[in-house]
């Protein structure tokens, strides 16, 4: 799976986990890699020419188009990188790009006033997000990559790819993008709600009232837009990074998934694919977080682990609070053992919400972060089960794949300490080699008030907490 992109100037591209043909490019080729969406695979033209195909796949609308983008955007900033400039035939060579606005850095300063501190909304490890408001005044999220960010091309790339061909109500919608000079930015619909993450689970005061109701309709919204992306989009997307921080609310409190710079395409006839491990401790899967291995059950053991921090209030992982409580699955789950399940409901809930339901939640949470993948239902299941279409199975609730194993390497760590010439990988509680590649670099930015991880990162970052 090797696309060549106009080998006359020296460039191309790489699957992340594609094979080499067995025709290998022009010697004066160099090798430039891209993480590019599964199902391509090249074949040669001419000499001077090379061109991609797709593999038999009911592909959706703007599939292809959304393809071309993506080449035609990594070409560009492969000129950009090599001349700081750019110029307005790099972005006639992109077939189809009538389909899709193209802002100009110029009209995206003057919507956020100069991209000014008092429009900014949010900050991340991408860079940072600022309130806009266009010519026709359209209010508009401006999402701008910073040109530190660990988010680097590929990540931006991909969220184009992914997002700029599907709409759905419980997902973002990208208005367009910017791509001028060393500036990559992408434009969304403003949502004027923020996060869940700074809402519902930060530190700062909010003035919305997150009663049982509002928490039911976030939470089947949230698996509605999932098994969306699981089931009805072809080739099937797999987020990858579901966690309350991308989880976005608009005036009506109705919930968007938003960030689709780590989400993977999954091509037809492919139960999953193994990358570079990337997301957050405390939502990661553990066939992910240890083996790199991502399908679309690992979108649905971080589905797991938001629905339990909805109904309890409570970040994942909490370090403020005593050992026993500070791992929100694992206190849920020993509660549930327990019969006592019905505890760890937020207690900021009057008492006109329903109990039962709250606690059917809590137990389709479970159910969602088994340890063993075929346990967890998909997202359509959940779906059903929330809306009460269908029973919850309390026999098929098995223990979850709980932090311990990770925080079991705290000791381990600290032993390493004092040998530093010992080294360890990120196992299951025990060395081995490990068969994913490297992790993903995305920084950890904790939330200090609530220390819960809100960021991408690595499992060494997490025990150097």
């Excluded at 033209?45 to 038999?56: C, L, M, P, V």
């Amino acid at each position: 799976m090797l696309l060549i992109v106009k080998p006359s100037t020296g460039v191309y591209y790489t699957h992340e986990i594609a094979e080499l043909p067995s025709s290998r490019p022009p010697p004066n080729v160099r090798t430039f890699s891209r993480c590019l969406p599964s199902g391509l695979t090249w074949s040669k033209a001419s000499e001077e020419t090379f061109q991609f195909t797709k593999h038999k796949v009911n592909v959706q609308r703007h599939w292809s188009f959304s393809h071309t983008i993506m080449t035609c955007f990594s070409f560009i900033f492969k000129r950009i990188g090599c001349s700081g400039q750019q110029s307005d035939q790099h972005l006639e060579d992109i077939p189809g790009i009538e389909n899709v606005r193209i802002y100009s850095y110029k009209e995206l300063r003057n919507a956020t006033g100069d991209f000014s501190l008092t429009n900014k909304v949010g900050e991340g490890g991408f860079g940072s997000v600022y309130k806009g408001k266009l010519k026709d005044g359209k209010i508009v999220a401006v999402k701008v990559l910073s040109t530190e960010s660990r988010q680097g091309v590929p990540e931006f790339l991909n969220e184009i790819t992914v997002i700029s061909g599907i709409e759905h109500e419980n997902l973002v919608s990208l208005y367009g993008c910017c791509v001028e000079e060393t500036h990559r930015i992408l434009v969304y619909n403003y949502l004027e709600n923020n996060s869940l993450a700074q809402t519902l689970l930060g530190s700062c005061c909010s003035n919305i009232q997150f009663n049982w109701r509002t928490r039911v309709r976030i939470c089947i919204g949230v698996a509605r837009g999932l098994a969306f992306l699981h089931e009805e989009v072809r080739p099937h997307i797999i987020h990858r990074d579901i966690k309350a921080s991308n989880i976005l609310l608009d005036k009506d409190l109705t919930p968007k998934i938003s960030d689709f710079g780590l989400a993977k395409l999954l091509p037809p006839n492919i139960t999953h694919v193994s990358t570079r491990v990337a997301g957050t401790i405390g939502y990661l899967a553990p066939e992910y977080a240890i083996k790199g291995r991502v399908n679309r059950k690992s979108d649905v053991y971080s589905f797991g682990v938001l629905l339990l921090e909805i109904v309890t209030g409570r970040c994942n992982t909490n370090t403020r609070l005593p050992y026993a409580e500070q791992f929100l699955l694992e206190r849920t789950w020993t509660l549930y053992e327990h019969g006592e399940i019905a505890n760890i409901i937020d207690t900021s809930l009057t008492d006109d919400f329903d109990i039962d339901e709250a606690c059917k939640f809590l137990k389709v949470g479970l159910l969602c972060t088994q340890d063993t993948v075929k346990l967890r239902p998909s997202m359509p299941t959940v779906v059903r089960m929330l809306t009460g279409e269908k029973d919850v199975n309390l026999e098929k609730i098995t223990k979850p794949g709980l932090l311990s194993d990770l925080m079991e390497l705290k000791v381990r760590s600290q032993e390493n300490v004092n040998n530093p010439h010992t080294t360890s990988l990120i196992t299951s509680g025990h060395e081995k080699n490990s068969s994913r590649g490297p992790v993903d670099s995305r920084s950890l930015q904790p939330q200090q008030p609530c220390v819960c991880y809100e960021s991408a990162c690595t499992a060494e970052e997490l025990l150097r907490e």
